[in-house]
């Protein structure tokens, strides 16, 4: 089963205008955390935000926020007020708990949602 | 500010060549991941090395070979590869702090066609 879904393969927005990505996760840990990355056609994907499970507030982050609703385990961004240069691929991933010991935290990323911004 | 690079971007080789990929992170991290990206395919986490030491080694084909000098450097030794191995592979290094919050951040990528 997939661990991180997004559900929209292409997405479409004026300039100026906000835009929900949309990101379901499924796991049974208590304790993770969320993120998006962008990754423009150049290749590099760039952190933009984070979200923690025990987080009670929305993550934000400049004109990037995070709708997260525990109980629908769904962590959607909102980009507002689109510009030219939002125009790029966009994941969720997810960070599970610390298995085995280790100290690093696997990252599992969905397929991401392909944005256009129309001038 | 580029705070993980790679090199080469580009890279074209045959079946039999081998070739490495080099990641260098200047960020103060102690860990680094090594990750695949296919065409219409989440990215795949291939290795992980916390404090130099492999942590994960994610059922990679052996004609990929990772090594970790010191917690700066990471490369990718390639060889004998096939044609469904071309790929943008990407190389990201984290804290490592153990928290949730541990960000990756990724480097630029090297575009690898295998002819």
């Known amino acids: 089963a997939q661990k991180i879904t997004q559900t929209q393969p292409g997405m479409f927005v004026q300039e100026k205008e906000a835009v929900t990505l949309d990101c379901t996760y499924d796991?049974?840990?208590?304790?993770?955390?969320l993120f998006w990355y962008k990754q423009p056609s150049s290749g590099e994907m760039i952190f933009l935000i984070y979200q923690g499970s025990y987080d009670e507030q929305n993550a934000t982050e400049g004109r990037y926020s995070l709708n997260f609703q525990k109980a629908r385990k769904s962590a959607n961004l909102v980009i507002s007020a689109s510009q030219l240069g939002d125009s790029a691929m966009y994941f969720c991933a997810m960070r599970e708990a610390n298995a085995g010991g280790t100290s690093y935290g696997k990252l599992t990323f969905g397929q991401g949602t392909i944005l256009t911004v129309h001038p | 500010e580029t705070g993980v690079t790679q090199t080469p971007r580009h890279l074209v080789m045959g079946m039999t060549n081998k070739k490495s990929l080099k990641c260098e992170q200047h960020?103060?991290?102690?860990?680094m991941y090594w990750y695949k990206q296919s065409a219409k395919k989440p990215l795949e986490l291939m290795f992980v090395?916390?404090?130099?030491?492999?942590?994960e080694n994610n059922s990679v084909p052996s004609r990929f070979s990772p090594e970790c000098p010191n917690s700066s450097h990471l490369f990718l030794h390639l060889h004998t590869l096939q044609p469904e191995d071309s790929a943008l592979y990407l190389c990201?290094?984290?804290?490592?702090?153990?928290?949730?919050?541990?960000?990756?951040?990724f480097g630029p990528g090297t575009r690898l066609t295998v002819l």
């Open positions: 796991t049974s840990d208590q304790s993770y955390g």
């Open positions: 990201a290094s984290s804290q490592d702090s153990g928290l949730r919050t541990d960000t990756q951040y």
């Open positions: 960020l103060g991290h102690n860990a």
């Open positions: 090395y916390s404090l130099e030491e492999r942590v």
